[in-house]
Every structure is written in structure tokens, then in C-alpha cells.
């Protein structure tokens, strides 16, 4: 657990203080801000997405990694983007010449998601947003809200989520055959415990993608409230061709996963873990993992 998620899950736990807290932030917060060369338009209704940003808190070793590994010409498929830090990140990224696919089902974080896109966008057609919601099949799904971080919307009900917003899910393959990408060498993933859906849904594009850096948020919890479990993720994974590592500090560090069992072991509740996944030359220099 980061400092900022100390302060926000356990100091400011009492509703009071929480309640104080945000509405400092949202007071404070700029319209947008600038992560490297990447300009970020800010959701200025959101204390904990925006407010990390603002303060220079949010996902610092992810970022570090994700600038670290990301080059021009990749293609990046960034799944709930919500205001698209990493959308821009890629975009900004010096000669950028590849392509953005960038999906968030939420209305609202969309909108601040398009202002990203256009800020950075080196020329016409270099990214493209969909409405839509990566999942394991197509349909109608209730995306349940969280109003006090506009990244924890959820497809289950939980205390902390209030109302509701009808969306439409595809599976990633299908989404991508339409923007006309058959494989990417980057994949980002944070989805709440959707992570299995997209997963499922997105078989043919990640198998045909040999060269490939995905990065994905694991939280057991949540994939076992969206009817999957933390071993089937990694194994899928796995049998992918992906050789997986946890992403953990300030500077992005990778260290191998020896055992699925252990890291399952130790990320149960409200813990989770950053996982990058590996394949081809994406690999190489990396030590082996399970």
C-alpha cells in the first residue's frame, strides 16, 4: 500500500474527514496537468484519479516503467483509459508514429478522456476512443458508479458505488479487428476485476501479439466478484505465452513471479499487486517466471 492510499483508505477512513478531504481537493484541483511531455486533462469532480495526478502521487512507478519500455512506433491498447494518463504518455512520446486505442465505457471520464487525446495527438489517426467496455462478449452491462474516484467504477454493486450506467461490451478482438489492428506491443489493463473478461475476449489479439508488454492491475477480490479467480488470470496468462512479473515501486522495478499460489496468498481484501506480462523481445534481458 502507497503512502497516498495510507492516508486515503485508513486516516481519512472516517466519512467526515473523507468528505473534508475531497472537497479540499476538487477546490484545488487545475484543469489540467503535465506528466513529462504528456498533457492530462483533469476530471475536476474526481479527488482520488485527478487529485493523485495533480499532487504527483498517482501510479508513479507505472508510469516510470511504462516511459521507460514504451517506443514510437508501438501500438498501445489502453483498456479503461478514464482521462488517459497512458494514452497521452504514448502520444507524447518523442517521434510518436505508431497508434492509440484508447477504451472507457464511462461517459463522464470520457469526455476528459477526448480533451487528453487531442492535446497530444501528433496528427489525425494517430488514436482513436471507444465507447465501449472490453469484455467476453457482447451485450448490455450495468457499470455501477463510484462517486468519489471516477476509477472504481465496477460491474458488481459495493457499498462504496452508487447508481448505475448502462453500457455495451465487445470482446477486444472484435474491437480491434474494426480499428483495424491486428496485434499490439503494448497492452494496459484496469479494469476493477475485469481483468479475466478482457482477457478472454481479447485471446486473438494477444496471441498474435509475439512482441507485447501488457501491464495489468490483479486483485483477486475483485476478479472472483466478476466470476473468475486470481489463478485462472495468471494461468491464462501464462498459456498466452506471457512470462509474468510484478511492477513495485517508485522506479518501476520488475522481479519475477515464482509462485502463483504465494502471490494469490498475499493479495486477499482490498490488497492487489501490479503485474507486467512479457513476450518475445519484450523479454528479453528479464529473468524467467513462473
Known sequence: ???????????????????????????????????????????????VISGALALRVYERGEIAFFRSRFRAGMTLVDVGANVGLYSALALSTPGFHGRVLALEPHAESRRYLE???ESNAPAPGAAQIVGLAASDRAGTLALYKNP????DNRLYPDPL???????????????????????????KIDVQGAEAQVVRGAAGLLGASTECILMTEFWPYGLARCGGDGLGYL????????RLHELSGNRGTLTAISSHEALVGRTQGRRYANLVGLKGAAAAGFPGSA
Do not use: H
Not at 174 to 179: F, K, Q, S
Open 1 to 47: 500500500m502507497s503512502v497516498a492510499e495510507f492516508i486515503y483508505t485508513v486516516l481519512l477512513k472516517p466519512p467526515p474527514l473523507r468528505r473534508a478531504a475531497n472537497a479540499a481537493i476538487r477546490a484545488l484541483l487545475p484543469e489540467r496537468v503535465r506528466v513529462g511531455a504528456a498533457t492530462v486533462w483533469l476530471n475536476p469532480d474526481d479527488p
Open 115 to 117: 480533451r487528453t487525446v
Open 235 to 242: 494461468g491464462m496468462l501464462r498459456d498466452l505465452g506471457f
Open 161 to 187: 458505488l452508487q447508481g448505475t450506467e448502462s453500457i455495451e461490451p465487445d470482446t477486444l478482438d472484435n474491437i480491434c479487428r474494426r480499428a483495424g489492428i491486428a496485434s499490439a506491443q503494448f497492452v
Open 148 to 151: 468519489q474516484n471516477k476509477g
